[in-house]
């Protein structure tokens, strides 16, 4: 360097005086220098905040694993408080024994680690008739991935003995908006569990405390937080979540029901409008996550052009129904560019572009919006969120 850099030749602060000691900080926070790194909600979209949504910062975070603070939050009637020593599991119905199970009894039945994504199936909902959210993290921030450690839910099913007839499952969180879904009984069979820890610590309260069902790979909206009570039958429910809610409008008028499950999706969180390119050309990382309800990502391309050119990413992590991390690595010559991923699942789903989406869907859907992304890099760097036909 020309200049001395006086970070360099001079003494600072933070090493001329000690610290703050152990225990400063008994339960660990952020440091002060990341205050930026906030969930945040877009005020216009709901009334009031009871009854609302806020966004995962995924243009601020790398890795797979969201942090326990950081994962985005909805919710239908605020966050119930409830002491644990006064949370009760029901399981009634087509049963034989029905059962009431305390924190404790639960903890008794063997335990599982698995890490899964998370995604509302309103996720990208905005975004149906064009471009509007400037960010990844109102865009695409409706999804968090933890790991989560719990009991088999098919345990509880058989210490109560579910009887033949039984074919779906209710489920009935504990908080002011009882939210309720049916969910069939070869997924509750199959992977779901009733989880109490997340990324190792307890379940936040804004993410059901004490416990949550798990539902891997499916809307967001069937992960049922407080979870209370348990009733087996011989049909859907078909619950304002399931009817006038999570379904589908196609452009003829007919209404999809049960799309359960969450398609692949994938979606590039650097650069993006909140984390632009300001570092001029030269060596640069685009880097994002990928994720399937089916299972397994195979492979991502990303385009800097717009979906002309496609190269494969390089990827890291990743579980069956958990997020993965990819990057593309490249010299950027410091001309515009237009950034999309497509992502590819193990059954060989293609994320879909948003014309071809649309040519299949319509525009009067809300849910399940898994179209491929573009942001507009500009050669000052600034990214804005945008569509290519
Ligand atoms: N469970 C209860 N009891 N109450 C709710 O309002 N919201 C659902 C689901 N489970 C909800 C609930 C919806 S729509 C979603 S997308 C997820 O919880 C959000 O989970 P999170 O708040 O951990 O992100
Ligand atoms: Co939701």
Known sequence: AAEPDPLITEVQDWTRYLGKGVDATPYGLPSQYESDVVRR????????????VNFTPLYALDGTITPSGLCFERHHGGVAVIDPADHRLMIHGMVERPLVFTLDDLKRFPRENH????????NSGMEWRGAQLNGCQFTHGMIHNLEYCGVPLRYLLEEAGVKPQAKW??????????MTRSIPMEKIM???LVAFKMNGEALRPEQGYPIRLVVPGWEGNMWIKWLRRLELGDRSWEQREETSKYTDLLADGVARRHTFVM?????????????????GKGRTVLTGLA???HGRIAKVDVSIDGGRNWSEARLEGG???GAYRFYHDFDW?????????????????????????????????????????????????????????
């Open 190 to 192: 199959d992977d779901c």
């Open 115 to 122: 890490v899964y994504f998370l995604e509302c199936a309103a």
């Open 319 to 321: 579980s069956s129904k």
């Open 169 to 178: 499952l209710l489920a009935e969180g504990g908080d002011a908006s009882l």
């Open 41 to 52: 909600s877009v005020p216009w979209l709901t009334a009031d905040a009871k009854s609302s």
């Open 333 to 389: 010559d410091g001309a515009e560019l237009f950034l999309q991923s497509r992502a590819i699942d193990e059954d060989g789903n293609v994320q879909p572009t948003k014309d071809r989406l649309r040519a299949e869907r319509g525009e009067n859907s809300i849910y399940h919006n898994n179209g491929i992304q573009t942001w507009h890099v500009r050669a000052d760097g600034v990214t804005e969120n945008v569509e290519v036909s």
């Open 263 to 279: 398609d692949v999706k994938s979606v590039i969180t650097n650069p993006s409008p909140q984390a632009p390119l300001t570092h």
């Open 291 to 293: 994720w399937s309800g």
